[in-house]
């Protein structure tokens, strides 16, 4: 592992792209969240992050990036999750969550040419708080959502069973605050020219996953999937706030082999500054590589 490589998985990821043909997708981040690495996956040891102190930051904490993906195709654009919104939190001791702050995915679009009025959807991963902020929580200075044009885009079985998720802070103030402009996709649908939802469950009861093609080559969104690209070495680490632990492992090692194939790439939202990789069976080093290493 290289020293940059090595620096990347310490730090959140600022703006990446990659172009799939005619299809435009990039990371637009909002920000970061701390994670001790015991709580979030309970299965590993001190004895694990012992021998992988790469993973860890100085304050002995996992590094996971917030933010959403943005799929442009034409003067169209799709975004995938919204960030935690315009606040920050301290660490929940009741849960396995350290510091948690965001508030720069509009820098972030702005950046990239992007208002938030021109977002005609925003298809979501999961409910759970760090990927709606921005389509709930009010714009600073303002009273409304700065997504709050877009529809919201949820897997059917997500939004049935959206009451499970109170547990994880998303409250039925957040959920009334949706409502109005979610409408339900299901599996296999494609709801962006090129994009196709993918139910999964596992993390949440209608986690989805979002496939996208172009150029000969295709992206998996894989949202929650996975949380760290230590995950890829042990898919049987799940993480502690996993609905259903033992179909969220199931799902990893599925995914794991997706990515392996030629022509796939992966995406995820959360794995520090390697957002974009690969996954290498070679047996040379860790399975994710990052897609620009």
Do not use: C
Not at 167 to 192: K, N
Not at 225 to 237: A, C, G, K, L, R
Not at 258 to 267: A, K, M, Q, V
């Amino acid at each position: 592992m290289t020293n940059d490589h090595g620096e990347r998985l310490r730090r959140p990821a600022g703006i990446r792209s990659v172009r799939l043909g005619e299809t435009k997708v990039s990371f637009v981040p909002d920000g970061v969240v701390r994670l001790p690495p015991r709580g979030w996956l309970p299965d590993t040891t001190d004895a694990v992050w012992a021998a992988h102190p790469e993973y860890l930051d100085d304050s002995g904490h996992l590094v996971a990036s917030l933010g959403g993906l943005l799929v442009e195709h034409g003067e169209r654009a799709l975004l995938i999750d919204a960030g935690f919104g315009p606040r920050s939190l301290p660490p929940d001791p009741g849960t396995p969550r350290g510091p948690i702050r965001g508030g720069a995915l509009l820098d972030g679009l702005a950046a990239l040419g992007r208002g938030p009025e021109t977002i005609e959807a925003v298809a979501f991963s999961h409910l759970h708080v760090d990927h709606l902020g921005w389509a709930w929580h009010p714009a600073p200075g303002g009273d409304r959502p700065a997504l709050a044009h877009a529809e919201y885009l949820v897997a059917e079985q997500e939004w049935a069973q959206r009451e499970v998720l109170e547990a994880h802070g998303t409250t039925e103030e957040i959920v009334a605050a949706l409502a109005p402009r979610v409408r339900t996709v299901a599996d296999g649908q494609e709801v962006f020219p090129g994009v196709r939802v993918r139910v999964t469950g596992g993390h949440t009861p209608g986690h989805a996953e979002y496939v996208i093609t172009g150029g000969g080559r295709r992206l998996i969104a894989f949202g929650d999937t996975v949380h760290s690209p230590i995950q890829f070495d042990h898919p049987e680490w799940s993480a502690g706030n996993d609905h259903d632990r033992a179909r969220s492992a199931a799902r990893r090692r599925r995914l794991a082999d997706e990515l392996s194939e030629p022509g796939t790439i992966g995406f995820g939202v959360h794995l520090a500054d390697v957002v974009f990789g690969r996954v290498s069976r070679d047996g040379a080093g860790p399975a994710w590589r990052p897609l620009d290493a």
